[in-house]
């Protein structure tokens, strides 16, 4: 993934939207919204493409297009972990705790802050299975007392507890375990990786087009949209 800090993209106009105010978009909107995609002759990835874009702007944070410009807002060490789409959808347009049931102490998060680059969001994508037809979500968040996380160094040392999805060896300086539940409002950003094949066309930016900065020879794999969340300020009593 790239980890691109240059110029900021003036976000387009997203797909075609459904009428309805950006205060009522929730989940039942999210899958009513894929489901009158149906009579398109798309793939059911562009399909939920085309959801996943439009709910990013029902969300009330701050969506990117090049998300390289997104994790400089993160300030602080937090965990990214890669979640299931409609698990993360429901946590941030219907703003509900989002649940990590963990298997015993296995990596199923890690560490980041920006320091690390890409490292570890490259773990996170790593890590587990999850996705919606083909899209795929990683979420960035800060831990709380209502969730329990575990270090590397006291996870045991199992068989294939390192090793990420397509096979690679995730860095076991940055993995830990965590179970519990993450509120919403801990969420600081969620990043979205489609299919570049399966990507709405009129959603691209001029540098991911054939012979654009980022996809000059034409060979570019994943478009990559992220949405930012600012902290909550917490009330001052005087």
């Known amino acids: 993934m790239e980890f691109n800090l240059g110029p900021k993209i003036e976000r387009q106009e997203l797909a ?13 909107e999210f899958f009513n919204y894929i489901e009158e995609s149906k009579d398109r002759e798309v793939s059911e990835t562009e399909k939920t493409a085309h959801a996943v874009l439009e709910a990013l702007r029902h969300t009330g944070g701050v969506v990117y297009q090049d998300v390289g410009e997104l994790y400089p807002m993160v300030h602080e060490k937090i965990l990214v972990r890669r979640e299931d789409v409609g ?12 649940e990590i049931n963990a298997r015993g102490l296995r990596p199923n998060v890690a560490w980041w802050d920006l320091a690390q680059g890409s490292e570890g969001l490259k773990n996170a994508f790593l890590e ?20 329990a996380v575990t ?4 996870i045991p040392d199992e068989p294939g507890a390192f090793v990420g999805a397509d096979g690679s060896v995730l860095d076991r300086h940055l ?12 969420i600081r950003f969620t990043v979205f990786r489609f299919p570049y094949d399966h990507f709405p066309e009129d959603e691209l930016t001029d540098d991911e087009i054939p012979g654009g900065e980022k996809n000059q020879h034409g060979e570019l794999k994943y478009i990559f949209r992220g949405v930012y969340f600012p902290k909550e300020e917490t009330p001052t009593l005087h």
Request: proline content about 8%; glycine content about 10%; cysteine-free.
């Open 151 to 154: 270090d590397q160094k006291d």
């Open 16 to 28: 075609p939207t459904l009428d309805i105010p950006k205060d009522n978009f929730g989940m039942h």
């Open 87 to 98: 698990k993360v959808m429901e946590s941030v347009l219907d703003r509900v705790p989002l």
């Open 128 to 147: 587990g299975h999850t996705h919606m037809n083909g899209v795929v979500s990683v979420m960035g968040f800060e831990p709380g007392d209502s969730l």
């Open 175 to 186: 993995v830990a375990s965590a179970h519990g539940t993450i509120p919403h409002e801990h």
